[in-house]
């Protein structure tokens, strides 16, 4: 069987801006912080430079020096208030999720997160949402040595799946997450949230969507068509 036609058996998810449309939150609060400090981030330089990435990645290249761990945390927990003061009364999940969600359970296709996104911040969306259940394996930055472009964090969490990466499906909406998820080995839809839909191309998204209601009848056949798993 050619791989454009094997079975997709697992589902990992990104979180922010992919499961939510939560970056220019994001954005907005790294931006807002760089500005503090006198440093020159615009919005579209973090989505490419450090969606995706550690913060204890980001904060040191943002700054231009080595940055000692207790400031790397006091930085990020600026930050991260921050941006969930800006997001909590947006919170919701992106366009179509919660019903794909429910396709993947109703078939018996396992799913998990692979995020950079801190413990607060998967608290946020997860508890305050009430999908944290729905998942059966959530993986965060610090569960993993790097973070994306690297593609620990998606094959660690198809271990946690016991799955092969090349038989999972991966959601993404940053250039660096659908490296990471090639990277891995696994098959990429992007999602055109923060970046355009060339960018996402070209760094290797298999197909690139708006949202989770607009899934290619192809790639819907690989997902759901195998119920004997």
């Known amino acids: 069987m050619t ?14 801006g992919t499961l939510v449309d939560n970056m220019q939150f994001h954005n907005e609060a790294w931006v807002s912080f760089a500005q503090k400090l006198g440093l020159p981030l615009t919005a579209n330089d973090f989505q490419s430079r450090f969606a995706g990435r550690k913060n204890e990645e980001i904060i040191p290249e943002l700054l231009g020096r080595p940055v000692a761990p207790d400031e790397v945390e006091r ?5 991260e208030n921050h941006y969930r003061t800006l997001y909590r009364p947006h919170l919701k999940l992106h366009r179509g999720a919660e019903a794909f969600i429910q396709r993947l359970k109703e078939a018996h296709v396992p799913a998990a997160i692979a995020t950079a996104a801190p413990q607060g ?7 305050g949402l ?5 998942f059966a394996s959530i993986v965060g930055a610090e569960q993993v040595t790097r973070g994306k472009p690297a593609p620990d964090i998606f094959l660690a969490a198809a271990k946690a799946l016991g799955v092969a990466p090349t038989e999972c499906l991966a959601f993404e909406d940053a250039v660096l997450g659908i490296i990471s998820a090639r990277e891995a080995g696994m098959t ?3 999602l055109t949230t923060a970046a355009p839909e060339a960018d996402l191309r070209k760094a290797g998204a298999h197909w ?3 949202d989770f209601t607009q899934l290619p009848p192809a790639l819907e056949q690989r997902l759901f068509s195998a119920q004997a798993r």
């Open 3 to 16: 791989s454009a036609l094997a079975p997709l058996r697992a589902v990992v998810f990104d979180m922010d």
């Open 75 to 79: 930085i990020a927990e600026e930050k």
């Open 121 to 127: 911040n998967r608290e946020l969306v997860l508890d």
């Open 130 to 134: 009430g999908i944290r259940p729905l």
């Open 188 to 190: 990429v839809v992007g």
């Open 208 to 210: 690139v969507v708006q």
